[in-house]
């Protein structure tokens, strides 16, 4: 094994689990954060990011008193305070390094106390901006008249530079007092890797504390991070194998849609055939803050096995699609942040312009949502029915919400095919005991996977077109590709068998197709109006069902 290989098994966490207590040395701020990168790693399950400090052996006391650390919480709240106050820029600098290493040294719970402080007690002053509104909607709006133009013009020039004064006033003062934090970290070596930090710990807190004012404080901030984190100030990257460890082992660590398993894999996924791009900003030098995996294929791809496994790469001047198999974020404190629309639209001009032939754009995605709501609705139905005593048969329910999801065929396959495998009075029962057994046992039935076809396809097809919210499709990966401009392309069987794929999506994935003629075309009319742009065969799927729904 080379040394590059080498580097990457020792240093990559391949499944990164709870926090870790490990030391840093409290250096400057990119010290600081380039530490936390290395020592630090994401509790998953609930995005939760958090880096303590452990002193040096012998320079602490296990047994410290709760005073100790109320000391320590005051001293980073006081750093914090003159870090937002403070206009001697000479000092600054020592100032936001002392606030991020004490920030650093927080337990997630004092963390929390602090960016309550942040939030409640640096936010804007309300009665001055009262204040302001009410001498504004004092003043009386100017009228021009016709006769004595010049005199009247002077007028009302006097009259409009009251307006200018206390709008002026008004901008300044609906400014939050943590704006001044947020800027002069961003100016700041380390800052914005930092803010990120600092933003993925609110948006923690706020999922299990919903605070109004942390919810003001994480809208503020990103806010401004995606003001500097527009295209322009990011760089775009072809990551090859050939790039330094440290940055290979982030693409590792990162990957979130199809794990890389060990270095023959990612070595495959940066070699012939593929393509790997990333966005980089200068403030955090070697990790990408976003990155994109690319297949160069003779067709659009069906299955994962195919992109990840099962042939060889083909010679690239044969390949007809570039096909965009996972997009992974590497900063959970940039979510909400669509870094991936300006990539994916990047990488489309840049694929064209080196390789001509290349005439599709597509994606091989998963569906992350189908299976809670499949199983949510056929749940649903089972209680209604249980409620109301009523066999699911019945087409006499009388409830607003009944709906017997599956055709009379369909169900009827299903219950025949069930036999003997598992028990139920009507054929949604019968489905919602299949779908949830241990170990996804229906996969390995030859004629259950094929009765289970039909209803789970269609039904996915409606999913992914007609169910929404606020206007919008239901699914997250289905939205951000249809508000980056794609069109819902073709619906997979058994697209991704493993166990991740069958628990979200009953392993179906889906293709878009990013037509470059249609794709302002199609984001306008989704962004507007909530069209879902589909191929013919998909709306068929949806539209086959011969019953009226009942709402």
């Given amino acids: 094994m080379n040394k590059k290989g080498l580097a990457i098994l020792l240093r990559t966490r391949m499944r990164p689990t709870d926090p870790t207590n490990l030391p840093y040395s409290p250096n400057s701020l990119n010290n600081v954060v380039n530490q936390n990168l290395s020592n630090s790693e994401e509790n998953r399950s609930n995005g939760r990011v958090v880096v303590r400090y452990v002193p040096e052996q012998g320079k602490s006391n296990p047994n410290a008193s709760s005073n100790k650390t109320e000391r320590d919480f005051e001293h980073v709240r006081e750093s914090m305070h003159s870090a937002i106050s403070m206009n001697k820029t000479e000092v600054l600098d020592s100032v936001l390094n002392d606030f991020s290493e004490g920030y650093f040294s927080l337990s997630y719970e004092n963390r929390r106390r602090l960016l309550l402080v942040l939030a409640k007690e640096y936010d804007l002053n309300r009665t001055q901006v009262r204040d302001l509104i009410k001498q504004y909607l004092g003043l009386e709006?100017?009228?021009?008249?016709?006769?004595?133009?010049?005199?009247?013009?002077?007028?009302?020039?006097?009259?409009?530079?009251?307006?200018?004064?206390?709008?002026?006033?008004?901008?300044?003062?609906?400014?939050?007092?943590?704006?001044?934090?947020?800027?002069?970290?961003n100016t700041h070596p380390g800052g914005l890797k930092f803010l990120s930090i600092l933003r993925a710990d609110i948006l923690s807190i706020i999922a299990e504390e919903n605070f109004a004012s942390l919810r003001a404080l994480d809208s503020y901030l990103k806010e401004k991070l995606s003001t500097w984190l527009s295209p322009a100030a990011l760089e775009l990257h072809h990551i090859t194998w050939d790039d330094p460890a440290s940055l290979l082992e982030k693409i590792v660590a990162f990957e979130a849609v199809h794990p890389i398993s060990n270095l023959i894999d990612l070595k495959r996924r940066l070699g012939v055939g593929r393509r790997c791009f990333g966005y980089f900003h200068s403030s955090i030098p070697g990790e990408p803050l976003i990155f994109i995996e690319v297949a160069l294929m003779k067709n659009i791809a069906q299955t994962i096995q195919e992109v990840l496994w099962d042939d060889p790469p083909i010679p690239e001047r044969e390949a007809t699609c570039a096909l965009f198999y996972s997009i992974s974020s590497t900063q959970p404190g940039l979510s909400g942040i669509n870094l991936g629309k300006f990539l994916i639209k990047r990488v489309i001009t840049l694929v064209k312009r080196d390789m001509p032939h290349i005439s599709?754009?597509?994606?091989?995605?998963?569906?992350?949502?189908?299976?809670?709501?499949?199983?949510?609705?056929?749940?649903?139905?089972?209680?209604?029915?249980?409620?109301?005593?009523?066999?699911?048969?019945?087409?006499?329910?009388?409830?607003?919400?009944?709906?017997?999801?599956?055709?009379?065929?369909?169900?009827?396959?299903?219950?025949?095919?069930?036999?003997?495998?598992?028990?139920?009075?009507?054929?949604?029962?019968?489905?919602?005991?299949?779908?949830?057994?241990?170990?996804?046992?229906?996969?390995?039935?030859?004629?259950?996977?094929?009765?289970l076809k039909t209803p789970i396809m269609r039904l996915c097809a409606r999913y992914l077109l007609q169910e929404k919210k606020r206007g919008k499709a239901l699914d997250s990966v289905a939205n951000f590709h249809l508000q980056n401009g794609a069109m819902v392309e073709r619906i997979n069987w058994m697209a991704d068998r493993s166990e991740k794929g069958l628990r979200q999506s009953g392993g179906i994935m889906v293709n878009y197709v990013y037509r470059v003629e249609s794709i302002e075309e199609y984001?306008?009319?989704?962004?507007?109006?909530?069209?879902?742009?589909?191929?013919?065969?998909?709306?068929?799927?949806v539209e086959q069902k011969a019953e009226p729904e009942r709402q």
């Fill in 523 to 541: 984001s306008h009319s989704y962004f507007s109006t909530g069209q879902i742009h589909a191929s013919s065969d998909l709306r068929h799927l």
């Fill in 141 to 185: 709006l100017p009228t021009t008249r016709g006769d004595n133009a010049q005199s009247d013009g002077l007028e009302e020039e006097a009259m409009l530079s009251s307006f200018y004064r206390i709008e002026r006033n008004l901008r300044l003062a609906l400014k939050p007092m943590y704006e001044v934090l947020f800027e002069r970290l």
């Fill in 360 to 451: 599709a754009f597509a994606t091989l995605s998963p569906i992350p949502g189908y299976m809670q709501w499949l199983l949510s609705k056929l749940a649903s139905q089972l209680k209604l029915a249980e409620g109301e005593e009523r066999a699911f048969s019945s087409a006499d329910s009388g409830s607003t919400f009944w709906e017997n999801i599956l055709e009379h065929e369909e169900e009827s396959e299903l219950m025949e095919a069930s036999s003997g495998v598992v028990a139920g009075n009507n054929g949604m029962e019968v489905m919602f005991k299949l779908l949830t057994s241990t170990n996804y046992e229906w996969t390995n039935s030859t004629k259950l996977l094929s009765v």
